[in-house]
T-cell receptor, first 114, second 111 residues
Framework: DVKVTQSSRYLVKRTGEKVFLECVQDMDHENMFWYRQDPGLGLRLIYFSYDVKMKEKGDIPEGYSVSREKKERFSLILESASTNQTSMYLC?????????????FGAGTRLSVL | EDKVVQSPLSLVVHEGDTVTLNCSYEVTNFRSLLWYKQEKKAPTFLFMLTSSGIEKKSGRLSSILDKKELFSILNITATQTGDSAVYLCAGPNFGNEKLTFGTGTRLTIIP
């Protein structure tokens, strides 16, 4: 079974703090993704990575950065957390199989910024 | 810009009822359409549809795609309380690197 593990289920941080969200996958997938999920807005892509040290902006990258130093690990960084970054953050990984790209998700991190 | 629209936004039915969830999409260079179920945490993969008119089935869940009308439905028969979840529909972008998700349908099954 594919396993995508996010380091924290719940996090509470203060405005201005630097926040690291970690994600690890154990299936040697090339692609990894960070989304945020908000009521009424669905899943929105923040950043994705298709290889080690490679990253691409998604639909809402402002206020975030990412790091992928090893294939299995993809980190999301909030340099200076703000209250509008309170959200559920979901990590996913995938690989291309016969042209099809199925994403597998971690359990999510619910971040509250006070 | 790729677009995936789901309806209804929410649905409340009694246990044993049959439900139909809808997904319409506008994506360039269509490759596939995916359905996920999200309970309290991670979305879990249900189906991937690539061909029109071919039903995919898993137990009480089934799904079909209409590539001409750019539409898919997810059917759940004899619903159970464990079917309560948000159901998400998604389509890959042109380069097949990422997925565009709909906002989901929240399904609630009343015992």
């Amino acid at each position: 079974d594919v396993k995508v593990t996010q380091s924290s289920r719940y996090l509470v941080k203060r405005t201005g703090e630097k926040v690291f969200l970690e994600c690890v996958q154990d299936m040697d997938h090339e692609n990894m993704f960070w989304y945020r999920q908000d009521p009424g807005l669905g899943l929105r892509l923040i950043y994705f990575s298709y290889d080690v040290k490679m990253k691409e902006k998604g639909d809402i990258p402002e206020g975030y950065s990412v790091s992928r130093e090893k294939k299995e690990r993809f980190s999301l960084i909030l340099e200076s957390a703000s209250t509008n970054q309170t959200s559920m953050y979901l990590c996913a990984s995938s690989f291309l199989d016969r042209g099809q790209n199925i994403q597998y998700f971690g359990a999510g991190t619910r971040l509250s910024v006070l | 810009e790729d677009k995936v629209v789901q309806s209804p936004l929410s649905l409340v039915v009694h246990e044993g009822d049959t439900v139909t969830l809808n997904c319409s999409y506008e994506v360039t260079n269509f490759r596939s359409l995916l359905w996920y179920k999200q309970e309290k945490k991670a979305p879990t993969f249900l189906f991937m549809l690539t061909s029109s008119g071919i039903e995919k089935k898993s137990g009480r869940l089934s799904s079909i795609l209409d590539k001409k009308e750019l539409f898919s439905i997810l059917n759940i028969t004899a619903t159970q309380t464990g079917d309560s979840a948000v159901y998400l529909c998604a389509g890959p972008n042109f380069g097949n690197e990422k997925l565009t998700f709909g906002t989901g349908t929240r399904l609630t099954i009343i015992p």
